[in-house]
C-alpha cells in the first residue's frame, strides 16, 4: 500500500470500520424483530465497497447491490436514513416502502437504487452511462454484479452495448464464491470470471478483494481510462461472503476449512495491520474510533426509532409499477 496516502488509508479504515459495526447494528436489530423481512449481511465485502467508491468522483454514478454498504455510506447515505429504511420509517431512503436495500438510491448523491433480481442494475447503469456518452460529459457509472450474475443473459448484454459504444463504464464483478448455495464451479467451467471480458473487447482485471489497496487501485485505473474515453473495463474482485445468503441462511453447505481460509484474509485486520506498520494506528487509536462509530450508530438508531411510520395514505405517492 506505498502508493496509497496515510490520509486516503485513514479514511478507507474509518469507512470500512463503520460500515462493518452498522452490519452488526443490522443484524443485531433484526435479531430483535425491529427489522423485519430479510437481511443481508456484506461482512467480508467492506474493502471491495469503500476502495471501489473512493475511486469515483463527485459526479460520478453508482449502482450498489445489497452487499455494497460501504459503497452507500461513502456516496453520502447516512447511517441515520439507513436506519430508518431498515425499520420502515418515514425518514428512510424510501419513506417506509421497504424495509431493505432494494431501491435505496438517492440521484442527487449519484446512486441508482438497488434492483433485487440480478443484475438488472446493470441494465440501468449501462443506459446511465451511453446518456454520459452522449451528453460528452465527464462522468464515469460504475455497477456491480455478483459471480451468480456473472451467469445472466443481461451481464453479457450490458458488457457487449457498454464495449461496442465505448461507454464511460466500469463493471465490478463481487466473486464471493456462492451464488446463494451454488459454489462457482458448479455454474462455470472457469475459475476466473474476468476471462470472459476477452469476448468483449475489454480489459479484464482480477483483483484480491479484501485488500483495499488493490481494489482502490484497480477501480481508480478504470475510472480514469473510462474518463478519458477509453471504454469500460470488467474487474473481478475475489472475496467472500462470510455469512449466509441472508440471515436465515446457515451457510451449511459451506466447507468450514473455506470460511476459515477467508477468516484469515479479513480486509479489517488487513488494513489495520497496514496503518499499525505506519504508526497510524494502536490499540487506545483504535478502542477511540470504535467509541466515535458506536456513538454515531446509537444516535442514528435513536433517530430511526423515533421517527414515524409512514401515513397509509400515502401509500401510492412515488411509487409508479
Same mark, same amino acid.
Given at each position: 500500500?506505498?502508493?496509497?496516502?496515510?490520509?486516503?488509508?485513514?479514511?478507507?479504515?474509518?469507512?470500512?470500520?463503520? =460500515?462493518?459495526?452498522?452490519?452488526?447494528?443490522?443484524?443485531?436489530?433484526?435479531?430483535?424483530?425491529?427489522?423485519?423481512?430479510?437481511?443481508?449481511?456484506?461482512?467480508?465485502?467492506?474493502?471491495?465497497?469503500?476502495?471501489?467508491?473512493?475511486?469515483?468522483?463527485?459526479?460520478?454514478?453508482? +449502482?450498489?447491490?445489497?452487499?455494497?454498504?460501504?459503497?452507500?455510506?461513502?456516496?453520502?447515505?447516512?447511517?441515520?436514513?439507513?436506519?430508518?429504511?431498515?425499520?420502515?420509517?418515514?425518514?428512510?431512503?424510501?419513506?417506509? /416502502?421497504?424495509?431493505?436495500?432494494?431501491?435505496?438510491?438517492?440521484?442527487?448523491?449519484?446512486?441508482?437504487?438497488?434492483?433485487?433480481?440480478?443484475?438488472?442494475?446493470?441494465?440501468?447503469?449501462?443506459?446511465?452511462?451511453?446518456?454520459?456518452?452522449?451528453?460528452?460529459?465527464?462522468?464515469?457509472?460504475?455497477?456491480?454484479?455478483g459471480d451468480g450474475s456473472a451467469s445472466q443473459g443481461l451481464a453479457?448484454?450490458?458488457?457487449?452495448?457498454?464495449?461496442?459504444?465505448?461507454?464511460?463504464?466500469?463493471?465490478?464483478? !463481487?466473486?464471493?464464491?456462492?451464488?446463494?448455495? =451454488?459454489?462457482?464451479?458448479?455454474?462455470?467451467?472457469?475459475?476466473?470470471?474476468?476471462?470472459?471480458?476477452?469476448?468483449?473487447a475489454m480489459p479484464g482485471v482480477i483483483v484480491d478483494g479484501n485488500?483495499?489497496?488493490?481494489?482502490?487501485?484497480? =477501480?481508480?485505473?478504470?475510472?480514469?481510462?473510462?474518463?478519458?474515453?477509453?471504454?469500460?473495463?470488467?474487474?473481478?474482485?475475489? =472475496?467472500?461472503?462470510?455469512?449466509?445468503?441472508?440471515?436465515?441462511?446457515?451457510?451449511?453447505?459451506?466447507?468450514?476449512?473455506?470460511?476459515?481460509e477467508w477468516e484469515a484474509r479479513d480486509p479489517i485486520a488487513r488494513?489495520?495491520?497496514?496503518?499499525?506498520? /505506519?504508526?497510524?494506528?494502536?490499540?487506545?487509536?483504535?478502542?477511540?474510533?470504535?467509541?466515535?462509530?458506536?456513538?454515531?450508530?446509537? !444516535?442514528?438508531?435513536?433517530?430511526? !426509532?423515533?421517527?414515524?411510520?409512514?401515513?397509509? +395514505?400515502?401509500?401510492?405517492?412515488?411509487?409508479?409499477?
Amino acid at each position: 500500500m506505498d502508493e496509497i496516502n496515510d490520509e486516503l488509508l485513514q479514511q478507507a479504515h474509518y469507512w470500512m470500520r463503520l =460500515t462493518r459495526a452498522l452490519d452488526d447494528r443490522g443484524t443485531f436489530l433484526h435479531k430483535q424483530s425491529k427489522i423485519v423481512g430479510g437481511y443481508f449481511s456484506q461482512i467480508g465485502h467492506e474493502a471491495l465497497s469503500v476502495a471501489a467508491a473512493l475511486s469515483l468522483g463527485p459526479r460520478d454514478i453508482i +449502482a450498489p447491490m445489497h452487499r455494497d454498504l460501504g459503497a452507500y455510506l461513502v456516496r453520502g447515505l447516512t447511517p441515520k436514513r439507513i436506519l430508518a429504511q431498515w425499520l420502515g420509517r418515514e425518514t428512510g431512503v424510501t419513506r417506509g /416502502r421497504d424495509a431493505n436495500l432494494h431501491g435505496m438510491g438517492d440521484l442527487s448523491l449519484g446512486i441508482i437504487g438497488f434492483i433485487s433480481h440480478l443484475p438488472a442494475s446493470t441494465g440501468v447503469i449501462t443506459g446511465v452511462a451511453h446518456a454520459i456518452k452522449l451528453k460528452g460529459e465527464p462522468r464515469v457509472a460504475m455497477c456491480f454484479f455478483g459471480d451468480g450474475s456473472a451467469s445472466q443473459g443481461l451481464a453479457h448484454e450490458a458488457m457487449n452495448w457498454a464495449s461496442v459504444f465505448k461507454l464511460p463504464m466500469v463493471i465490478i464483478c !463481487e466473486n464471493n464464491q456462492y451464488a446463494y448455495s =451454488t459454489p462457482l464451479s458448479r455454474q462455470m467451467a472457469i475459475t476466473d470470471i474476468a476471462q470472459r471480458a476477452a469476448g468483449y473487447a475489454m480489459p479484464g482485471v482480477i483483483v484480491d478483494g479484501n485488500d483495499f489497496a488493490a481494489v482502490y487501485r484497480a =477501480t481508480k485505473e478504470a475510472v480514469e481510462r473510462a474518463r478519458a474515453g477509453g471504454g469500460p473495463t470488467f474487474i473481478e474482485c475475489k =472475496t467472500m461472503r462470510m455469512r449466509g445468503h441472508a440471515i436465515h441462511d446457515n451457510m451449511a453447505y459451506v466447507p468450514k476449512e473455506l470460511l476459515a481460509e477467508w477468516e484469515a484474509r479479513d480486509p479489517i485486520a488487513r488494513i489495520e495491520e497496514v496503518l499499525r506498520s /505506519r504508526g497510524l494506528l494502536d490499540d487506545a487509536k483504535l478502542a477511540a474510533l470504535l467509541a466515535r462509530i458506536e456513538a454515531e450508530l446509537d !444516535e442514528a438508531q435513536a433517530f430511526a !426509532e423515533a421517527s414515524p411510520y409512514p401515513d397509509p +395514505a400515502t401509500l401510492t405517492d412515488g411509487v409508479y409499477a
